[in-house]
């Protein structure tokens, strides 16, 4: 099994539409989770930190359950300016910062 | 704002040259690592650093080597540089574990 993953998409929304990617990970010691977006040849930029159960900012959701051991992105009312690359990343518990290949999002007028 | 300097955006160099790639951070971070991002294939740690003097090889540390000798600088150096080390090359640091990382712009090597 692989260390994270992730369903590669894409995913192809029309604005203002809900859409949600979810996360696995394998190592149950990881503590802290994060969210980066990546546009475009262009590097990673943290979107979202989640520590504990969850966390929302504006638009965004993001869940976490640790006895499935998955995290969850929820993007509400989808703007063009979201298509991009979502990365995972749990971290902790092995030093090593993990990251899924990442879900491409597009959004389309 | 935590900065993350790379020296150079785009590269192109022949094959059999030394190559380094410089990155730079102003936070005082301990942790920094060097990554490769190819399409399809996500990032690729190639080497880490957790403190001064200190390295660890990732999963792709063949080909090259890496230098930290001081704490706010971790080079990348590919000793001979071949066709299939033609890349995007992603520098980062972080304060310690569980911590999230913060990114260089990232440097597109092409080797012809």
């Known amino acids: 099994r692989k260390e994270v993953e992730q369903d590669p998409g894409p995913f192809n929304v029309p604005e203002g539409a809900t859409v949600a990617f979810n996360c696995t990970y394998s190592?149950?010691?990881?503590?802290?989770f994060f969210w980066y977006r990546q546009d475009c040849r262009k590097e990673p930029k943290l979107l979202m930190s989640?520590?504990?159960s969850g966390n929302e900012d504006g638009r965004f959701t993001a869940q976490l359950n640790r006895a499935s051991q998955y995290i969850s992105l929820l993007i509400r009312d989808s703007k063009l300016s979201d298509s991009a690359t979502y990365l995972c990343?749990?971290?902790?518990?092995?030093?090593?910062?993990?990251f899924g290949r990442g879900t491409s999002l597009i959004v389309h007028p | 704002d935590v900065k993350v300097t790379q020296s150079s955006r785009y590269l192109v160099k022949r094959t059999g040259e030394k190559v380094f790639l410089e990155c730079v951070q102003d936070?005082?971070?301990?942790?920094m690592f060097w990554y490769r991002q190819d399409p399809g294939l996500g990032l690729r740690l190639i080497y880490f650093?957790?403190?001064?003097?200190?390295?660890e090889k990732g999963d792709i540390p063949e080909g090259y080597s890496v230098s930290r000798e001081k704490k706010e600088r971790f080079s990348l150096i590919l000793e001979s540089a071949s066709t299939n080390q033609t890349s995007m090359y992603l520098c980062?640091?972080?304060?310690?574990?569980?911590?999230?990382?913060?990114f260089g712009s990232g440097t597109q090597l092409s080797v012809l």
């Open positions: 936070m005082d971070h301990e942790n």
């Open positions: 989640v520590y504990s």
């Open positions: 190592n149950s010691a990881s503590q802290s």
């Open positions: 650093s957790y403190d001064v003097k200190m390295k």
């Open positions: 990343s749990p971290a902790g518990g092995s030093y090593i910062p993990t």
């Open positions: 980062a640091s972080r304060t310690g574990d569980n911590e999230k990382l913060f």
